[in-house]
């Protein structure tokens, strides 16, 4: 009943996502981490090969993967570059609010279209003062006609710059609290958007990451996904999906940063003999690889459950709050062992450290993500079978 193993069109998967991420993203990972820069000639390429809307059916020009399948090519790719990879993957959680909840003909229009560009979608919903607490949100959209006006700032938004299709959420009225949160497809031509800010960041350097203004956008009754009042609910189901999607990016930053440490402890000679024979070593090494294999096997369990259509917001959080701290105590661990020559700028571990902090904020902190752990474990503890 339980079977890790991979079909072979499975393995033809997962082995093109290693090439591209051997051949397109390791090459440059250092110098974009350095110079900050948007990797468009991978996106470009990533796009003809199907790699970039993976999770998105095929009916949206999407690859139409599975959940499972998403999140192994997720891990795979982010293994070489989580920025370059997240980049690639950032419709999954910025779509996930049109898939679940708009029309056979919304899906069409407004996926069909931004499938067509490597440019991608962005998630639009966090502001200046609405953070952790994201129902405070100060954005409106005001009623006019069949149609609504918006007004407001986001702030912190992946790939904002670029992303050819906004997916942003916003309040009717601000008294309703989350009841008032709506959720907008937004093609990137319409007037009255303005990237104010693009942030220049510790780690995930490559990931293009602004704050976007909203005069008077003008949006018609065919923008509106789902109802009103419907846009908290959609922005958390997403966020389950994304949450998952991060403990395998995790995973792709934690096992990268192991094979470094490993093959340093193999290599590294002090006191006659390579350092990884030092019994203090192995522990180190057996505690960052029990922590990989945990992080895969979380996000595997997500991935399973949102295949079979089973709500998993309880396990996404978990995954998410437990793969990021392993993240960061591996990737940590693998300095540590490389010592001064893993500090260094221009070392990988140094890279990976800076990047894993990230997984422990975006999409939730890992704060917010025990609450709502917690929360969901009172109503009912996750159990598998
Ligand atoms: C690089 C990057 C990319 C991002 N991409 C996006 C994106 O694409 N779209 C988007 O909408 N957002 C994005 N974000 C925003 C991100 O989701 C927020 O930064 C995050 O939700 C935390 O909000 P905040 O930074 O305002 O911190 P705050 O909410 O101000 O939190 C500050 C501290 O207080 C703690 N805290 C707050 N409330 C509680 C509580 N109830 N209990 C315990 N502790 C609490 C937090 O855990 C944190 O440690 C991104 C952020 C970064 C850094």
Redesign the pocket.
Request: aromatic residues 10%; charged residues 20%.
């Given at each position: 009943m339980i079977d890790f193993s991979l079909s072979e069109e499975q393995k033809r998967l997962l082995e093109k996502a290693r090439k591209f991420a051997t051949e397109e993203i390791k090459p440059v990972a250092i110098e974009f981490d350095s110079e900050g820069t948007y990797p468009e000639e991978i996106l470009k390429k990533a796009h003809k090969l199907g790699l970039m809307y993976t999770n998105i059916p095929k009916e949206y020009g999407g690859s139409g993967f599975s959940y499972l399948e998403h999140y192994i090519i997720t891990e795979a790719l982010n293994y070489e570059c989580p920025s370059i990879a997240q980049m690639m993957g950032i419709s999954h959680?910025?779509m996930a609010p049109i898939q679940i909840g708009g029309s056979e003909e919304q899906k069409k229009k407004f996926i069909g279209t931004m499938t067509k560009s490597y440019r991608s979608g962005?998630?639009?919903?966090?502001e200046p003062e609405a953070?952790?607490?994201a129902a405070l949100m100060q954005t409106v959209a005001e009623k006019k006609g069949d149609g609504y006006v918006i007004n407001g700032t986001?702030?912190?938004?992946?790939?904002?710059k670029y992303a050819d299709l906004l997916c942003l959420f916003a309040t009717i009225d601000r008294s309703l609290g989350t009841k008032g949160i709506c959720c907008f497809a937004i093609p990137r031509s319409t007037p009255g958007i303005e990237v104010v800010k693009v942030?220049d960041?510790m780690g995930?350097r490559a990931?293009n990451?602004a704050e976007l203004k909203f005069t008077d956008v003008e949006l018609s009754a065919e923008n509106l996904i789902g109802e009103e009042g419907q846009g908290f609910k959609l922005a958390m189901m997403a966020l389950d999906r994304g949450r998952v999607n991060i403990a395998a990016v995790c995973t792709g930053i934690a096992q990268k940063a192991l094979d470094e440490a490993v093959e340093w402890a193999n290599t590294r000679v002090q006191f006659g003999q390579p350092i990884g024979q030092f019994q203090g070593v192995h522990f180190m090494l057996a505690d960052m690889n029990a922590l990989v294999v945990a992080s895969r096997a979380m996000y595997l369990q997500g991935g399973w459950m949102l295949d079979q259509d089973i709500r998993c917001s309880t396990e996404a959080a978990l995954a998410k709050c437990f793969a990021s701290d392993a993240a960061m105590k591996v990737t940590t661990d693998a300095v540590q062992i490389l010592a001064g020559s893993g500090y260094m700028k221009g070392a990988i571990v140094e890279k990976l450290m800076r990047d894993a902090k990230?997984t422990q904020?975006?999409?939730?902190?890992?704060?917010?993500n025990r609450?709502v752990a917690g929360r969901g474990i009172l109503r009912k503890p996750s159990v598998l079978f």
């Open positions: 959680l910025s962005c998630f639009c919903l966090t953070g952790s607490d986001k702030r912190f938004i992946t790939n904002g942030e960041k995930h990931l990451v990230l904020i975006y999409e939730g902190t890992n704060q917010i609450l």
